[in-house]
């Protein structure tokens, strides 16, 4: 009985937020209502001290991350600098390697520190274009923008500063370079598969007599891109190349500067108690800040006059949505510390924990809670917030270094979780003015190609013990 509480309470969650109710409404009606089932004594207790403990915890971690980042999007798109990025690769690249053009687009972009959703609304509009010109069937737009944004750059590649990439680090005590070789391999594994299956759908649609219009009806359409100026792209490029080399040098330079640890008295007045931080726990998420901070900083230098110019009205809805952003994933961070502490999630942990491998458990266990929730960061949130002690130890039993375990989190948390339900799946669609029905296959085998991913570095680190 206990186990099909919790079950019910993830199969709820999933329900709701498919249906496109909003999680943080739902997350603490989800798990309270679980703990209502069990222990009603407790419901009160487990909200205040559990629940908004652990939610509250995870905002004081990483909001700035969200803030900064979705800041930074904004910005680059007030600046034009993305329109320029991607114009530019569309001429290096061609027509005839259109798909290839908006992937490596997408990648610049989110490795550079761009919203995955601001990704979506800056590329599309060229994605359009260049499919039109190309005679590529519009439904393939999608995959193809799946492919550039929400997969190797997000969680795979080391350094990159997406959420996803981040989380892990304060359970483990690594950085975002963690196991660089194995994130590169599972990087160029997606890209090579993903790329290779995306021009299979291409050929297989012209062998079809399928253009750009085929099956669908054009909604969404943007105006034909022309005539307008655009920033130099070497320009444009320097705030996103500046976010990632500074990333590298924050990393190594903020534990130099600190040490192990830091600690200094809160007030001058009276004898309060010293507040201590643990440097290496949270030096990942300094460096990620100030990263972002300094391409900010290079946008506003390069862009003055554009960017200032609307800076009130441009920056509102980023701040918005960073809100939103880190409210819906705490909720769900919360829901998982609930949940972990149930009487039936001890059966989940268990059948988990009967597999053997430490880091298959760990790439199974997180991309199922990912899927179930449709968020990579939530999924990745419960899962660790739940068995990261577990994780370490059977990993410090094994002798699995940790940066392996932050990779393999990090790319399961991206595996499974975009389904039909996902946040981002369904803004793209909507973008793209298409349906699941219509363009939700690609994505699909996109999100199987990225989950195979994860268990291709498994076995390249037991192979070989490169990290």
């Excluded at 060229?126 to 005679?135: K, P, T």
């Excluded at 959420?163 to 359970?171: K, T």
């Excluded at 005539?227 to 534990?255: D, H, Q, R, W």
């Excluded at 790319?411 to 669609?429: E, K, Q, R, W």
Aim: hydrophobic letters at 60%; proline letters at 6%.
């Amino acid at each position: 009985m206990s186990f099909l509480i919790v079950l019910a309470a993830l199969v709820f969650l999933m329900v709701v937020a498919y249906r496109g109710y909003s999680v943080i409404l739902f997350a603490p009606v989800a798990a309270l209502g679980a703990v209502l089932l069990t222990d009603p004594s407790l419901v009160a207790p487990m909200f205040t001290g559990l629940f908004m403990d652990k939610m509250v915890g995870f905002l004081k971690l990483y909001f700035p991350v969200f803030l900064l980042g979705a800041i930074f999007g904004k910005l680059i798109e007030v600046s034009g600098f993305s329109k320029a990025i991607v114009a530019a690769t569309i001429r290096l690249f061609g027509a005839g390697r259109a798909m290839l053009a908006i992937v490596v687009v997408c990648a610049l972009l989110t490795y550079g520190g761009v919203s995955l959703f601001v990704v979506v609304f800056a590329v599309y509009p060229f994605a359009a274009e260049l499919f039109r010109q190309a005679d590529i069937p519009k439904r393939l737009i999608p995959g193809t923008i799946a492919l550039g944004a929400f997969t190797f750059t997000m969680d795979a590649l080391p350094g990159t500063p997406q959420i996803q990439n981040i989380i892990p680090a304060g359970f483990f005590g690594t950085d975002a370079w963690a196991a660089p070789v194995l994130g590169t391999l599972g990087g160029v594994f997606i890209l090579a598969l993903g790329m290779t299956y995306l021009e299979w759908r291409r050929r297989a649609a012209a062998r079809a007599g399928e253009g750009y219009a085929s099956g669908v009806e054009l909604l969404n359409e943007p105006a034909a891109i022309a005539g307008e100026k655009l920033a130099n792209p070497f320009i444009a490029l320097l705030p996103l190349l500046l976010v990632g080399v500074s990333n590298k040098v924050y990393t190594l330079l903020i534990p130099r500067w600190y040490g192990d640890s830091h600690s200094f008295v809160p007030a001058v007045i009276g004898s309060p108690a010293p507040v201590v931080q643990e440097i290496p726990k949270i030096a990942a998420i300094w460096a990620v800040e100030a990263a972002l901070l300094t391409g900010i900083v290079a946008v506003l230098l390069l862009a003055w006059k554009p960017v200032t110019t609307h800076f009130a009205e441009q920056t509102k809805p980023a701040i918005a949505g960073a809100l939103l952003a880190a409210m819906n994933t705490a909720s769900e961070y919360g829901f998982g510390a609930v949940i972990a502490a149930l009487p039936g999630f001890l059966v989940v942990a268990n059948v988990l924990g009967a597999i053997p491998d430490p880091l298959v458990n760990e790439a199974v266990t997180v991309t199922a809670l990912a899927g179930i929730t449709g968020s990579a960061s939530g999924g990745m949130s419960i899962a660790l917030a739940a068995m990261a002690d577990v994780f370490i130890a059977n990993a410090n039993a094994a002798g699995i270094p940790m940066e392996v375990l932050h990779r393999v989190a990090s790319m399961a948390s991206g595996g499974m979780d975009t389904l039909p339900h996902n946040g981002a799946v369904i803004t793209l669609l909507a973008v793209t003015g298409l349906t699941h029905r219509q363009a939700y296959k690609d994505i699909f085998a996109i999100t199987v190609i990225k989950t195979l991913a994860v268990f291709v570095i498994i076995g390249v680190f037991y192979a070989t013990g490169l990290v």
